[in-house]
Structure formats: structure tokens, C-alpha cells
């Protein structure tokens, strides 16, 4: 009996142990992060994503987007990621703590969009690439989303939003496409994708 009860005690604080380690203290961890407040110029850093880029979160979960992209930049010895332009220094945990859900991802068969949001401004080239990505990459085997747009009568002047769409993609006469609100807050989700403030954890590497 004395001999059962030591291999279910160390078997229970092995397990215990490891459950310390690799689920309580990295939780606790986390939760405990605070935002990071530059001391000369009083930037506070990450700040929390609008609501319309927040709801645009779920329409990126939705959809799938995480299976082709990441949104994490190595650190320049583990990788090319900052040599590709994805960002200037590596992401770490504090850049994630007002997301709901982190879409670190596991392939990339798309480019990374930790800072998609920094290297493309204009919201109609989303619109063109979730409409029709083959018309700005050929080679891209990305699919279409065209369920995020309807097709509507223009009353007056076109839509602030409505693609600009040439050749045989575009709408009849006196018609546009525009995004649904689906499609405007995935956009909005992924113009907010910008990790290029300052943490004292993940200084920029030295060129």
C-alpha cells in the first residue's frame, strides 16, 4: 500500500508540475501584462483595436484566413521575416494581450500579416484582393470572396467603397460593387494590423 501511494503521489506531482509550468504560470503570465508606456514621449503601446476591426476578427476566424496565414515575425537569427518586410522587430506576447483570439497560425502559404496594416493602407486593395485576388497576383492560388460584396443600383454619385473594376469583372451599366458589412470590417481588421510601436522586450535588431 505504501508503495502505491509514493507512484500516486509522484505521479500526481509530475503531472502537477508540468501542469504548473506549461499552463498556469505562462496563463498567469499573460494576464498580467500591462501596456507599455513610452517614458520619453507618453505612448502607450499596444493599444486595443476599434470595434469595427474587433467584429472584423471574427469575419477573419470565420473565413478560415489563419490556415494560410500567420501573424507572428520571427526574431532575425530564426528566420527571414524581417528581411521580407513583415516587420521591423519580433512580435511577443505583450503584442497579443487585447486580442480575443490570437491567430498565430502554422503555415504560409499567404504572405504574414502581422503588419499588413503597415504596409498597405488602401482599403480598396483589400476590396480588389478579397474580390478577385488573381487580378493583383496572378500566381496567387488564394480564393475568391466575393460573398463579402453585393452588387447594387447607384442612385447619384457611387459609393466611397464601391471597387473600382475594369474589363469584364466589372458590373453592367449603373451598377457597383460594394462591400457588405462583413467585408468592410475584415478590412477594418486588417488595416489595425500594425506592430510597428516600440516594446522594451523586443528592441529592433541591429542592421
Known sequence: ??????????????????????????????????????PNTGAVAPQGNPGTADQGARVFAANGCVYCHTQF????????????????????????????????????????LTNVGVRQTDPQWYYRLLYDPQSLHPASVMPSFRYLFRQQRIFGQRSADALKLEGPGAPPDGYEIVPTEDGKAIVAYLLSLKRNYALPEAPKPAE
Open 1 to 38: 500500500m505504501n508503495n502505491f501511494a509514493k507512484l500516486f503521489f509522484g505521479v500526481f506531482a509530475l503531472f502537477g508540475t508540468s501542469w504548473l509550468g506549461f499552463v498556469a504560470y505562462p496563463y498567469i503570465t499573460f494576464a498580467g501584462l500591462q501596456p507599455n508606456k513610452d
Open 73 to 112: 515575425v520571427r526574431d532575425k537569427n530564426e528566420g527571414a521575416d524581417i528581411e521580407r518586410g513583415w516587420g521591423e522587430r519580433r512580435t511577443v506576447a505583450r503584442d497579443y494581450m487585447f486580442d480575443r483570439q490570437v491567430f498565430l497560425g502554422n503555415a504560409r502559404l499567404g504572405a504574414d
